[in-house]
């Protein structure tokens, strides 16, 4: 008896099968959604691993306006302390202009910072 009940429902079992498994998805399977733009955070991060400190300064400032947090005086200090790296590699290589453009932008991120600021010739502390 199971034999010829099995024989008897294939049949109609199939077509159940058939319809259940057309009604399941009616999206494609290629379609993706479309990728989220990177998070400001996540751009300053990817500049500054980059090297493209100009860039990355820009995306410091727009994290400033947008998500202020606690998290933005690590960027600020990491900023600072690759444009003053920026300053002293050009400083090995002989080039002032660029050697102070540096040391002047990683002023303007931390201006009280000891470090980026030099004495001047007559030993007086220089004003920021």
């Known amino acids: 008896m199971p034999a010829s009940l099995l024989r008897h429902l294939a049949p109609l079992l199939l077509p159940l099968v058939l319809a259940a498994c057309q009604h399941g998805s009616t999206e494609p399977a290629d379609s993706a959604p479309p990728p989220s733009p990177p998070s400001l955070s ?10 493209d400190l100009p860039a990355a300064t820009a995306s410091f400032k727009r994290l400033q306006l947008e998500q202020p947090g606690p998290a933005l005086e690590t960027y600020q200090r990491r900023l600072s302390e690759a444009w003053l790296k920026r300053g002293e590699q050009a400083l090995e290589r002989g080039d002032m202009s660029a050697a102070a453009t540096a040391l002047n932008n990683a002023r303007a ?10 004495p001047r010739q007559n030993g007086a502390p220089a004003k920021p």
Request: glycine share 10%.
């Open 42 to 51: 996540h751009e300053f991060e990817r500049q500054l691993g980059e090297g």
């Open 109 to 118: 991120l931390m201006p009280k910072a000891p470090s980026l600021n030099l």
